[in-house]
């Protein structure tokens, strides 16, 4: 068999098992989007609050959160995957927490790889909102919190691309919640594919499961899902700029 | 005889080593139309962001119905500020309907929604924009936009209205516009107006006094007939005459 057919094959084949709803890539879908759709709240709940605080607050050390906050926006995901590793192992300092192999342990590692993004694209997308438009406010007799709502609704098609640039690299992220999650499914075939459901595998690491254990098939179908759900986030956020 | 609505003392104001106003001393009467005329760029914005509370100043005093504004707590200054409205050179423009945008003032009033209608279409009416209120305000011309500034800055009826420049950037017939509707503001509402301008015609047209600010220093205050015909100050009369180079 050739390479061109082998491949052609999997992409069939993996066709097949997206359109047969197999369970098995279904679990490991539906764990993608529950872990970085969490984190992805769970990061807008802070990062926007947290640009905005940084906009309209002159309080000490606001230089050097943003640094951190630009610095946060290129950490590598191994290293954060590392570093919550060693936090919640059983004897490290929340290992009491019992978070170890578990989506809890996922969301907060892309809850922390992924705020700095959000806060860091928001920060830039409500300084871009004209001085002029919160002096109006004010000049209208608006309040501080008059003035923080004008400028999220003036800034709002750049803080959905925000959240929706933290969602896109949460979907696609493997290093840490492969090191914290432990990429971990049930034990139990189901219909003869995977190894049953999934608890801590998500699109990203099964891939890398599957495709060293050769089942290309699998990986193809995993990567068309992973690279449809970036796809439609990226579409929307140039939905969202072309708006802006 | 009017009453005073404003009275600043003494006024300063420096952006680090440099002094932009040099102390400030002017009252403004209920009712009249105050022109403020300079060349660009000798601190007419500057004073204008002070009374409008927008800047605070470095030295002085700043009364607004007798209550010190200078020394006030937060909310006494919003109190102050919904009795004020202040128009800008370059009319800013929420990304929003007009609608929307001349209703901002009376939302954050918390006034009813038949009310904020009813008054929104008064104003879009006044300036001549009806039929535009469900128009995206960013779609409308620069003199559009002014006029919407404007309906926005009045819809709430204010005591004190500043205008900072507000035609600078306009063709005549806007300019026009905008002046029929100054006059009328203060004869139909008896809004206090203050105008910032460089514009000697536009002074003549439609206000009652005017101070001349040279350099940061208010250097005369005078009666319109007082100021083009007998001129106390010799920078004035050079001002008026335009034989002043900036």
Known sequence: MSSVDFLFQGIIRAFELIFSLNPYILSITGVSIKVSGTATILGTLTAIPLACAITFLNFRGRQVLITLINTGMGLPSVFVGLFIFLMIVPAGPFGFLKLYYTQEAMILAQYILITPVICGISLAAIKAVPQPVIDTVYTLGGSRKDAVIAMLREARFGLITSVLAGLGRALAEVGAILIVGGNIAYTGSIGGIGEGLSYTRSLTTAITLETSKGEISTSIALGIILISLVLSVNILANFFQRRE | ?246
């Open chain 2, 1 to 246: 005889m009017h009453s005073e609505l404003m009275r600043v003392y003494d006024l300063t104001k420096s952006f680090g080593n440099r002094e932009v106003l040099k102390k400030i001393n002017m009252s403004i009467n209920e009712g009249e139309i105050f022109a403020l005329m300079g060349p660009s760029g000798v601190g007419k914005t500057t004073l204008f962001r002070i009374l409008n509370l927008l800047e605070k100043p470095s030295e002085g005093k700043l009364f607004f119905r007798g209550i010190e504004l200078t020394v006030c707590t937060m909310r006494e200054k919003i109190n102050a500020r919904r009795s004020m409205s202040m128009l800008f050179q370059t009319p800013c423009v929420l990304n929003t309907t007009v609608f929307n945008n001349v209703a901002y003032g009376l939302v954050i009033r918390k006034v009813d929604k038949n009310a904020i209608r009813e008054k929104v279409m008064n104003a879009l009416s006044i300036v001549g924009l009806e039929g535009k209120e469900q128009q995206k305000a960013r779609t409308l011309s620069g003199g559009e936009a002014q006029r919407m500034a404007f309906a926005r800055a009045i819809v709430y009826d204010p005591d004190i209205l500043l205008l900072d420049e507000p035609t600078s950037s306009l063709d005549p017939a806007n300019v026009a516009m905008i002046e029929e509707l100054i006059k009328r503001i203060r004869r139909e509402l008896g809004t206090t107006i203050i105008i910032a301008t460089h514009n000697i015609y536009q002074v003549k047209r439609i206000a009652d006094r005017v101070g001349i600010l040279l350099n940061g220093e208010l250097i005369e205050v005078n009666s319109i007939g007082r100021i083009f015909e007998a001129p106390e100050d010799a920078r004035t009369k050079a001002f008026i005459n335009g034989e002043m180079i900036y």
